[in-house]
Structure formats: structure tokens, C-alpha cells
């Protein structure tokens, strides 16, 4: 069965829930007296319950991939998919960090082409409801990689290019500073998955950035391998260099 939705609604859905997901995982760490993982299982639960649980009464013919559910494979055989994290960067959120990250996205036919990224402890959503705007980001190349894995041809590309590497946590949170003007660019290697990167990638293309997979083939959602284990995210004025460089 099947139902005719359109993606205007869809992306204002993607916004507000990861809004409503963030403020409920905001006052979840603020009324718990757990710390450490436990507190970051329960930011999984806690997301996860709320975003299925609608999406379910609100798009119930739509399937759903999530990293906090198991995956059911009849989502291959449907044309939307929505792809959900319900906390990016538990880890940062069990330490009260800020870089954590609420993402929703919608595939059609393997291509991510609505998504939200709240940002809850900036108070901030970005979506492809309302593209963001690129701003103007002076000054030497800033190149993102993860806090725990810095890849090494992250390093190899800073080296070559001049660039500062600057670590972060959770890849909605680097990919929306790409998109912020905090850095130039996000390269990762050597892990990921479908829901780390399909509302991200959404959000940064209709923002005008070059998205891709360190080869620079294209971000395909929906696969039966969920495992995606790299990405690039850039400002579209230095795509070129840093991709030769990935390439080389």
C-alpha cells in the first residue's frame, strides 16, 4: 500500500520533529540525576520512542530505518524511507556537550531529499524546509573530522592543502558547522551508517554544498548494507582541490 505525501510536508515534518525530539532529550538530561552512558542510552530511548511513534500515526505507509530499531527489510522494496538518528553523538550528549544532533531525513529512490538537523543545545534547526544560506568564511582552511577517529586522509589533506583539522562530535553537528560557516569542509573515513549521514547530506546539499562519497561517487540511501563508511562534505569554492587530493 502506498500514499501520495508531498515533500514541502514532509520537510516541515522532518523539521518539527527533531525540534520536538531535542526539546524532549534537552529536558531529559536536565531532569535525570543519571550520568555516563546510561544517560546516553536513555537519550537513545527516549528519541527513538517519540520519532517512530510518530512517524508511525503521521506517515504510517512510509517504512523507517533507525539506528535504535531493528531493521526491517521490507523497507527495500519501498520508495520512501524515512531515515531516522535519534541521537547523533550520544556520547557528547552524556557529557553535556553541545556537538550532539537530532536527524530526520526522507529517501525517495535512494536519494536523502528531506532532511532536519536540530542542533538542540544551540537551539538551532536546520532543514530543507528553509535551505540556509552559505555565509562568507574568512580566513585558513578548517577541515572537521571526528573527536575519536580523525582519519588519517583527513590528515594527509590538511597537510597538503594547508588546512587546520578541528575535531568535533556527532556528524550532524560537523556537517551544520560546514553549512554554518564554521569550517570548510567534513571529511570521515572509516565508518558510518545510513542514519549518521542522510539528513545531514539532505540539508548541506540544499545549501548549496558538494556532498559525496570520498571517491566522489553520490550518497545512496536505502541500500540493504546500511554501512556507509565515508563522506565528504565542502564548500563548493574548494571542491576541487580538496577532492584531487582525496583522490590522489
Known amino acids: 500500500m502506498s500514499q501520495a505525501y508531498d515533500l514541502d510536508e514532509d520537510a516541515q515534518l522532518a523539521s ?3 525540534h520536538q525530539a531535542g526539546e524532549l532529550l534537552l529536558k531529559a538530561r536536565e531532569l535525570t540525576e543519571i550520568t555516563g552512558k546510561p544517560l546516553g542510552s536513555l537519550g537513545d530511548a ?6 517512530a511513534g510518530s512517524l508511525a500515526a503521521l506517515r504510517p505507509y512510509d517504512a523507517v530505518l533507525s539506528e535504535e530499531a531493528a531493521d526491517d527489510v521490507a523497507r527495500l522494496e519501498r520508495s ?3 531515515i531516522i538518528d535519534p541521537l547523533d553523538g550520544t556520547r557528547e550528549y552524556s557529557e553535556g556537550r553541545a556537538d550532539w544532533a537530532i536527524h530526520v531525513a526522507l529517501a525517495v529512490d535512494g536519494t536523502a ?11 538551532l534547526v536546520l532543514d530543507t524546509a528553509a535551505p540556509p544560506q552559505l555565509p562568507e568564511i574568512p580566513g585558513p582552511l578548517k577541515i572537521l573530522v571526528s573527536r575519536s577517529r580523525p582519519p588519517e586522509v583527513a590528515t594527509r589533506a590538511a597537510e597538503s592543502l594547508g588546512a587546520e583539522l578541528v575535531p568535533m562530535g556527532s556528524a550532524g553537528a ?3 558547522a560546514v553549512v554554518r560557516g564554521e569550517a570548510h569542509a567534513y571529511v570521515h573515513a572509516g565508518g558510518q551508517y545510513e542514519w549518521d549521514s542522510a539528513a545531514p547530506v539532505a540539508v548541506a546539499q540544499a545549501a548549496g554544498l558538494h556532498v559525496s562519497r570520498l571517491d566522489g561517487s553520490p ?5 540493504r548494507d546500511t554501512y556507509m563508511p565515508d563522506l565528504v562534505v565542502c564548500r563548493p569554492e574548494i571542491k576541487d582541490r580538496l577532492m584531487a587530493v582525496l583522490r590522489a
Open 46 to 51: 527516549v528519541g527513538q520512542q517519540f520519532l
Open 219 to 223: 550518497m545512496i540511501y536505502n541500500q
Open 174 to 176: 560537523k556537517t551544520m
Open 113 to 123: 531529499v528531506v532532511g532536519a538537523v536540530a542542533l538542540p543545545a544551540l537551539g
Open 80 to 82: 520512501r524511507v524515512w
Open 16 to 18: 518539527r520533529l527533531a
